[in-house]
């Protein structure tokens, strides 16, 4: 018998360690490691390079400054170059999940390069009746913003397919509110992520800082502090805990955070931790300008070396971007850091920095970033072993990467929606060469050569 594709001579990495064997694939899945050199219709070669399972990026932001039928086609591709083949999308509806779900997935069918899935944000009392209906379809994980209240409690919401302006919600989450997403997510047995700053204490502390006319990423990082961080997780955890809800704190990039995170650990809530590769690379001391403005903050150098650290001690489950698909003029609107926009983009840079500041400088092993960036985010989210591995029957989600390719990152380079990269100009050393979606190169040497409605939803299943 033929099969459809064979790399031959990659060192594969699985959780147990690096073996080498030759992949065999056939009709999207893997179906066999072997030393031998099966019938097959296209062979590729990847000696001295290192094959790992596609990223699953768990945090995606896109569909919010351009809709998503043209969101899915410019950030997929980014996605697709950057060696991520699942992307998990942060949908914020400003409306019913009953009424625009299915325009969404209808629009999103026909425009990714990679596979994709969404986490449900919850934003409106009348959402939380609609968790069910969500689970139902597909989508078993959901999406609560703490920091959504109070003056502070205006978010850009996803535009409705066919629509092409800005969508601007007023997001009032309360006690009550949190408690009843909690429970319900735990009758559900769904896991909740948690934005995790308190909205008060940001609005108190951004007040503060603009009356004291400070400015820049130091500044920002103050108004928005690590004690809201703490405060928020442990009023989360504490309502978690008595309804046994699995929660997953997206973008922890403190070490009073982690800290907070590991009490309520022992104390005996479920808990995954995510941290996205900027609280790894930028603090406001490094950074100049805006650009790295996000929420939270980026924090000081002692806090990237402190997250460093709970990576190799195992504290952390994942990495995530918070990728956001903007631009410059809206990113620098104003004079002052209070005027410009949080988020910026990450998809396509997420594997290059990890495997070039992480891999390559010896804060991580091959093994680690596997489990960090496609295994444990697929266990965690329900897509495991379909996604997450490399094992037989497993889809053929492949990366291979060089890990002494060396190039200087440019937005151009990673052909998105956006005009700018927080990482503009730095050189790094690794680089994926290949992605493979379900057996299918989807990009290669940084282009694109898939085709955009190729990427499929992935549901994940409801449990009993
Ligand atoms: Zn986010």
């Given at each position: ?40 219709n296209?062979?590729?070669?990847a000696?001295?390079l ?63 390069y ?27 994980s ?6 959504l ?5 205006h ?130 001391e490094?950074?100049?300008?805006y650009?790295?403005k996000?929420?939270?903050p ?75 960036t ?32 060396e ?7 990673l ?39 190729y ?10």
């Open positions: 018998m033929t099969f459809d594709t064979i790399i031959i001579d990659s060192h594969v990495i699985l959780p147990s360690g690096m073996i080498e064997k030759n992949i065999v694939i056939d009709e999207g899945k893997i179906v066999n490691f072997t030393n031998e050199i099966p019938q097959c296209e062979k590729i070669n000696r001295g290192v094959s790992i399972p596609g990223l699953i990026d768990p945090h995606v932001h896109y569909g919010v400054y351009s809709p998503i039928e043209k969101a899915a086609i410019t950030e997929s591709r980014v996605a697709a170059i950057g060696g991520v083949t699942t992307m998990m999308r942060m949908l914020r509806l400003g409306g019913s999940y009953r009424k625009l779900l299915d325009p969404h997935l209808l629009e999103s069918s026909s425009s990714h990679v596979d994709y899935t969404i986490h449900a944000s919850i934003l409106q009392k009348s959402h939380i009746e609609e968790m069910e209906f969500c689970a139902k379809k597909g989508i078993n959901f999406k609560l913003y703490m920091n209240g109070g003056d502070v409690g978010v850009y919401v996803d535009m409705t397919p066919g629509t092409i302006s800005l969508q601007q919600e007023k997001v009032e989450i309360d006690s009550s509110m949190i408690e009843k997403i909690i429970s319900t997510a735990a009758l559900l047995k769904c896991p909740v992520l948690v934005h995790a700053e308190d909205y008060q204490m940001c609005s108190c502390g951004m007040r503060e800082g603009k009356e004291k006319k400070k400015d820049g990423l130091g500044a920002w990082s103050e108004s928005r502090s690590v004690e809201s961080e703490i405060k928020s997780i442990r009023d989360v955890s504490k309502v978690a805990r008595k309804v046994g809800c699995v929660l997953y704190f997206v973008h922890i990039g403190s070490q009073g955070a982690i800290n907070a995170i590991k009490e309520e650990k022992k104390n005996g809530t479920k808990i995954f931790v995510e941290t996205c590769p900027h609280y790894l690379t930028l603090s406001y490094s950074q100049k300008g650009l790295a996000v929420m939270p980026i924090r000081a150098s002692k806090d990237v070396d402190a997250i460093w650290s709970e990576i190799q001690l195992g504290t952390v489950d994942s990495i995530g971007t918070d990728h956001v698909a903007n631009r410059l003029d809206r990113k620098l609107a104003g004079n002052v850091v209070w005027d410009a926009l949080a988020g910026f983009p990450g998809i396509g840079t997420m594997l290059p920095i990890l495997i070039s500041e992480g891999v390559n400088k010896g804060r991580m092993t091959l093994e680690q970033l596997v489990s960090l496609s295994m444990n985010t697929a266990k965690i989210f329900r897509m495991f072993p379909k996604k997450g591995s490399l094992q037989n029957g497993s889809d053929a989600d492949i990366t291979i990467i060089d890990l002494k390719k190039n200087k990152v440019s937005s151009q380079l052909d998105g929606f956006s005009d700018y990269t927080v990482y503009e100009g730095w050189n790094l050393k690794g680089w994926p060469v290949k992605t493979l979606v379900r057996g299918q190169i989807v990009a290669e040497d940084l282009k694109i050569i898939g085709k955009p409605g990427g499929k939803f992935v549901t994940r299943p409801v449990l009993s």
